[in-house]
């Protein structure tokens, strides 16, 4: 059984745990109001490239551009993985690791056995798991969520336009956490490339637009736009659904420590109070020995 030293050094060491979780929770919070902000004023621009592409790409031919045009076979894969730089929010790492696991064992399992699958890791957490375990990591970006800028987006959407081109892989997919909501995380794995008019049409997609100097040059121009704006879109995302996930599991660990306070002081007051039960049986028990 504890001593009353014992539990009054744990009482001690859970409020200053306690102090800590309160203080990231806050830190965490006004993060959040600037990484939603961002993330929510890059989804109209987003929005919009993929509405043109998507109608751009109905009116040209697709197999003109490289980066539209499907492969009738996928033999090496490109996986764009972005977790955060660091941990204390709860499952959102392991959840988005999960799936990009999932999606390479199981969608292209005949690829990963044959060594044809790819990684870019954009921050540290995805990129120490993947590595240690000998995945083949070509690039990685850790630390990338403490200085975010548009080039990192930029030069990953390169990076991957690049092999697409070039032939080395057939397929690009990007595994990222997009923000819903402070309690509704949602983890995605979208196609990148082949750019398909289907993942590029959205509601109201059925403006026609008058295009100058032609489609297909416009085309040319707007892929790239596109690619980057959607590498930067999802940096954001997962960056506003990190803080809200961090802001969870430190109001969480906040409301356990607390309960757990609670806890202890009920078992030191116990304690003390057999403590004090016991000194006065043995105060009375010597004087009754003295009377005696």
């Not at 919070?29 to 919009?48: D, I, N, S, T």
């Not at 990076?159 to 509704?184: H, P, W």
Request: with cysteine; proline share 4%.
């Amino acid at each position: 059984m504890p001593t009353l030293k014992d539990i009054r050094v744990r009482i001690k060491g859970v409020k200053s745990t306690q102090q800590v979780t309160k203080a990231m929770k806050m830190v965490a919070a006004a993060k959040l109001r600037r990484a939603q902000e961002r993330a929510v004023m890059a989804r109209p621009y987003a929005g919009k490239l993929k509405e043109m592409l998507g109608s751009l790409s109905a009116k040209v031919d697709t197999s003109l551009n490289p980066l539209l045009s499907d492969r009738s076979e996928v033999n090496k894969v490109l996986v764009i993985l972005i977790t955060s730089d660091r941990g204390l929010c709860g499952a959102f790492n392991t959840n988005i690791i999960k799936l990009a696991s999932k999606t390479i064992h199981e969608d292209y399992p005949a690829v990963f056995s044959k060594g044809g699958v790819s990684m870019i890791c954009a921050g540290s957490r995805g990129f120490d798991f993947f590595r240690k375990r000998d995945y083949n990591v070509i690039k990685g970006y850790p630390s990338v969520f403490q200085n975010l800028d548009f080039s990192t987006a930029k030069e990953i959407a390169e990076t991957a336009s690049g092999m697409f081109l070039r032939g080395e892989v057939d397929r690009v997919i990007v595994a990222y956490n997009e923000f819903k909501s402070v309690l509704a995380p949602n983890i995605k794995a979208e196609v990148l490339l082949p750019i398909t008019p289907e993942a590029t049409s959205g509601k109201g997609s059925s403006s026609d637009y008058i295009y100058e100097p032609s489609p297909s040059e416009i085309i040319d121009v707007l892929v790239p736009k596109h690619l980057n704006t959607q590498i930067w879109r999802m940096l954001l995302e997962s960056n506003a659904a990190e803080q809200a996930a961090r802001m969870t599991a430190m109001d969480s660990a906040t409301e356990n420590a607390k309960e757990l306070l609670r806890t202890l002081n009920i078992s030191y007051n116990r304690a003390r109070q057999a403590a004090i039960t016991t000194e006065l049986s043995e105060i009375v028990s010597g004087a009754d020995a003295l009377s005696n």
